[in-house]
C-alpha cells in the first residue's frame, strides 16, 4: 500500500528529470544495443525456435545424465549431426544439380529438356488450335535464360557461404545457452513483465505449445513428404530430383495445392518427353505414397495441436520466406503462432484486472 500511494504523489523537479534522464538514456542505449545485435537477429530467433522445439529432448538427457551443460551439448551435436549436416550435403548436391542441369541447358545438343512437343501422343490428340499454340512455345530459350541466371548468381552464393557458416556457428553457440541458461532466461521474462506470473506463464505456456506443433508438426511432415517425393523423383528419372524435393517441402504447407502443385509438373515433364510408364509411376508414388503421408501422418502430429487458419498458414510461409530467407518456412508460422496465442489470452481476459 505504501509504494501504491508513493505512486500517486506528485514527482518533484529533481525526481522528473531524472526520470526522464533515464527514459532518454535507456532509448538511446536500447537503440545501440539492437544495432549491435541487428545483424544476428534472424539466428537469434531461429536459435530460440530450435531451443523451445528441443527443450524436451534436453529436458531427457538431463534427466538421465543430471548435467544440464553435458544435456544441452548432447542435444546441440545430435541438432548438427540430424538436421544441419543433411542440410549442407543437400544443398551441396542441389547446386551441383542446378550446374550440371545449367550447362546441358546451355548446351545446344543433347539437352534433357529438348522436347519435342508434336511427337507427343498426348499432344496428339488435343485439338488442332491447343496443338498449334503448344507447338508454338519455345520451351528452351526460356529455360536457357532460367540456366543463365542460375550460372550467374552462383557466384553470389558461393561468395555468401563464409557469412552463412560463420552465422551457423552462432547459430549453435545460441542455441547451447538458450538450452542451459532457459530457467533463468524464464525467470528474467517474469521478473521484468508487469503482468502477474500466472498470466506470463500462461503466456510462454501457449507460445511454446504452438511454437512446438508448427516445427514439430507441419515442418516434420512436408520434410518427409519432400524426402519420399524426392526418392520417387530420382526413381523415375527427373533431372534435378533434390531441387524438385525441396519446392516439394516448400508447397505441402501450401493449402489446396499442396504437393501436387510440384509432383503435376513432374508428372506432366515426363509424359510430354516421351517417358509414359515413367510418368504414370510417378503418379501413382504421388498420390499412393506421398499423397498417404499428408492424409494419414499430418492429422496424427498436428491435429488437434494448431488451431491455424490455411490462408494465414500460406500468408505467413511466403511472408516469411520473403522477409526471412528459407528460415522463414520456420520462422514465418513460428510468428503466427505466437501471434494467435496472444489473440486466444486477449479473448479470454487476460487485460481485465483481476488478470493483470
Not at 72 to 77: A, E, G, R, T, Y
Not at 93 to 104: L, P, S, T
Not at 130 to 146: E, K, P, S
Not at 329 to 355: C, D, H, M, N, Q
Request: glycine share 8%.
Amino acid at each position: 500500500m505504501v509504494k501504491v500511494a508513493s505512486l500517486t504523489q506528485p514527482l518533484t523537479q529533481h525526481e522528473a528529470i531524472a526520470r526522464w534522464f533515464f527514459l532518454g538514456l535507456s532509448v538511446i542505449v536500447g537503440y545501440l544495443f539492437w544495432q549491435t545485435i541487428q545483424p544476428f537477429a534472424i539466428v537469434l530467433m531461429t536459435a530460440a525456435v530450435f531451443a523451445v522445439s528441443v527443450s524436451p529432448v534436453e529436458k531427457f538427457f538431463r534427466r538421465k545424465l543430471g548435467h544440464r551443460a553435458i544435456s544441452s551439448l548432447i542435444v546441440v551435436l545430435l541438432v548438427l549431426i540430424i538436421i544441419v549436416v543433411p542440410l549442407v550435403i543437400a544443398g551441396i548436391v542441389m547446386v551441383n544439380q542446378a550446374v550440371d542441369i545449367a550447362h546441358q541447358l546451355i548446351a545446344q545438343n543433347g539437352s534433357i529438356f529438348a522436347i519435342d512437343f508434336s511427337t507427343s501422343p498426348l499432344v496428339q490428340h488435343l485439338p488442332a488450335a491447343v496443338q498449334t499454340y503448344i507447338n508454338n512455345i519455345d520451351l528452351r530459350a526460356g529455360l536457357v535464360m532460367l540456366a543463365e541466371w542460375v550460372s550467374q548468381h552462383l557466384g553470389l552464393i558461393f561468395s555468401s557461404a563464409g557469412g552463412f557458416l560463420f552465422k551457423t556457428f552462432i547459430f549453435f553457440i545460441c542455441l547451447y545457452y538458450f538450452l542451459v541458461d532457459r530457467e533463468r532466461l524464464v525467470h528474467e521474462i517474469l521478473v521484468l513483465s508487469p503482468l502477474r506470473d500466472k498470466t506470463d506463464s500462461n503466456i510462454l505456456a501457449r507460445m511454446t505449445g504452438t511454437i512446438r506443433a508448427v516445427v514439430t508438426g507441419s515442418l516434420v511432415v512436408a520434410v518427409a513428404q519432400g524426402v519420399v517425393a524426392g526418392i520417387g523423383l530420382a526413381i523415375f528419372g527427373v533431372p534435378g530430383f533434390l531441387i524438385w524435393a525441396a519446392l516439394v517441402v516448400v508447397a505441402a504447407n501450401i493449402p489446396f495445392v499442396g504437393t501436387a502443385s510440384i509432383m503435376v509438373p513432374a508428372c506432366v515433364y515426363l509424359l510430354l518427353s516421351g517417358h509414359e510408364p515413367a510418368a504414370i509411376g510417378l503418379a501413382i508414388w504421388s498420390i499412393v505414397l506421398v499423397g498417404l503421408i499428408d492424409n494419414f501422418l499430418k492429422p496424427f502430429i498436428v491435429e488437434g495441436r494448431t488451431n491455424m487458419h490455411p490462408l494465414l498458414i500460406l500468408l505467413t510461409i511466403l511472408g516469411g520466406l520473403q522477409v526471412f530467407g528459407p528460415i522463414g518456412l520456420i520462422i514465418g508460422p513460428t510468428v503466427l503462432a505466437a501471434f494467435l496465442s496472444l489473440v486466444e489470452l486477449y479473448k479470454s481476459g487476460v487485460l481485465e484486472r483481476r488478470s493483470l
